[in-house]
């Protein structure tokens, strides 16, 4: 029986696993150091956009008067291509809009504490790729 190492190579398996788990959990640990918020209601402005000198704002309240539009041509007609861009445009718009939303911030740590999880993700990951390199 021929045994190979990790990833095919004659790399070592043990430096593979530790990498692994190291990395896991240090990426782990930094994303749930993560907050994520959002600022999405109906009244936020999602778009902004010039018009003769003023600044028009669309926000996501108004995107629910297409999709209701789109709606309501889709029900009445199914194949309709208007109602369907419509629904197809609004909902997407809504989709970006709360992506832009988002808010990332990290909690409060130590600095220790940052260095360790940055030590375990990266380290491990370093770990991990060379166990996978013939040596």
């Given at each position: 029986?021929?045994?190979?190492?990790?990833?095919?190579?004659?790399?070592?398996?043990?430096?593979?696993?530790?990498?692994?788990?190291?990395?896991?959990?240090?990426?782990?640990?930094?994303?749930?150091?993560?907050?994520?918020?959002?600022?999405?209601?109906?009244?936020?402005?999602?778009?902004?956009?010039?018009?003769?000198?003023?600044?028009?704002?669309?926000?996501?309240?108004?995107?629910?008067?297409?999709?209701?539009?789109?709606?309501?041509?889709?029900?009445?007609?199914?194949?309709?291509?208007?109602?369907?861009a419509l629904v197809v445009g609004s909902v997407s718009a809504m989709v970006i809009g709360v992506l832009a939303g988002l808010r990332?911030?990290?909690?409060?740590?130590?600095?220790?504490?940052?260095?360790?999880?940055?030590?375990?993700?990266?380290?491990?990951?370093?770990?991990?790729?060379?166990?996978?390199?013939?040596?």
């Open positions: 029986m021929n045994f190979q190492g990790a990833g095919g190579t004659p790399g070592g398996v043990g430096s593979f696993i530790i990498g692994f788990v190291m990395m896991c959990s240090g990426f782990y640990l930094l994303l749930q150091s993560i907050d994520v918020s959002n600022s999405f209601t109906l009244g936020t402005s999602l778009y902004q956009m010039p018009v003769m000198g003023y600044t028009a704002s669309i926000t996501s309240g108004m995107l629910l008067v297409p999709f209701v539009f789109g709606i309501g041509m889709i029900f009445y007609d199914g194949r309709n291509r208007v109602g369907w990332f911030s990290m909690h409060h740590m130590s600095l220790f504490d940052l260095l360790t999880i940055l030590v375990l993700a990266i380290g491990g990951l370093g770990l991990f790729l060379s166990s996978l390199r013939s040596h």
